[in-house]
């Protein structure tokens, strides 16, 4: 049995009194939170607030985005190890903004992966299709690519210590979800793909629905089989949208 994960991506929003205020109402929520893990990613120059705002309760944290590269001559990027040291345990890799917006490639997303775990955080990857992509029929050819591109650096096996998140691109920030039915037939099509190259990780790999989730469909959405919870963007701006969201 997969264990369900609730995770907020804040993405470029907060300030340091508004964190304060969500990151405790989350807190004082939790005991409402029954065999849900649920964790925040906070954009990178909180992360250390939160990590102490975090301390004693079990609420995990995460960043946005982390560098491919170890250490060195690379402004502006954040490596996996200086996230480890300020206290999170996840990171998101390859969230279709940083691929649409910043020109990220599936090979960096790969790399990414890779560094992320080599410091023991657990890379949550985002992969999802355009919508153009879905009316042409291309929905499985570009997750399946975009799979490829860390299987093919990492190994299959290296997915049983990551999380996947599936992000239609057309359902973020749009109001407009996928259905359980056509979330669930995606995320069948990636547990089935990983398990034709090892049925033991394909079993155990977490596998998120993205895409304007809220306390109204979220039920519906996580009640369906090979969805194991979800990555949150608007909804997990307030604790009272984000808790309705984890107690689905
Ligand atoms: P929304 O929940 O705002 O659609 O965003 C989803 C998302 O991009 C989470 O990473």
Not at 17 to 44: N, R, W
Not at 66 to 79: H, L, M, R
Not at 155 to 183: C, H, M, N
Not at 221 to 236: H, K, Q, T
């Amino acid at each position: 049995m997969r264990q369900t994960l609730v995770a907020g991506n804040w993405k470029l929003n907060g300030s340091k009194e508004s964190i304060q205020t969500l990151v405790k109402g989350i807190a004082d929520g939790m005991s409402d939170v029954d065999g849900t893990a649920v964790a925040v990613c906070p954009p990178y120059v909180y992360i250390s607030m939160v990590a102490d705002l975090l301390d004693g309760t079990e609420i995990g944290l995460g960043a946005q985005d982390v560098a491919d590269q170890e250490t060195g001559a690379y402004t502006g990027e954040v490596s996996a190890a200086m996230l480890k040291e300020v206290g999170c345990q996840y990171t998101l890799v390859g969230h279709s903004e940083r691929r649409s917006i910043y020109g990220e490639q599936d090979a960096d997303t790969a790399a990414k992966f890779a560094a992320a775990q080599k410091e023991g955080l657990t890379p949550i990857l985002c992969i999802g299709e355009l919508l153009e992509e879905r009316e042409s029929g291309d929905t499985e050819n570009v997750v399946a690519r975009q799979l490829d591109a860390v299987i093919e650096l990492s190994g299959v096996e290296a997915l049983a210590d990551s999380v996947i998140a599936y992000e239609p691109v057309w359902a973020i920030g749009t109001g407009k979800t996928a259905s359980p039915q056509q979330a669930q037939d995606v995320h069948a099509f990636i547990r089935s793909k990983i398990a034709g190259l090892n049925a033991d990780v394909a079993a155990k790999v977490q596998i998120l629905y993205g895409g304007s989730v809220n306390g109204g469909n979220a039920a519906e959405l996580f009640a369906m089989e090979d969805i194991d919870g979800g990555l949150i963007g608007g909804a997990s701006l307030t604790s009272e949208a984000f808790l309705a969201i984890c107690t689905a």
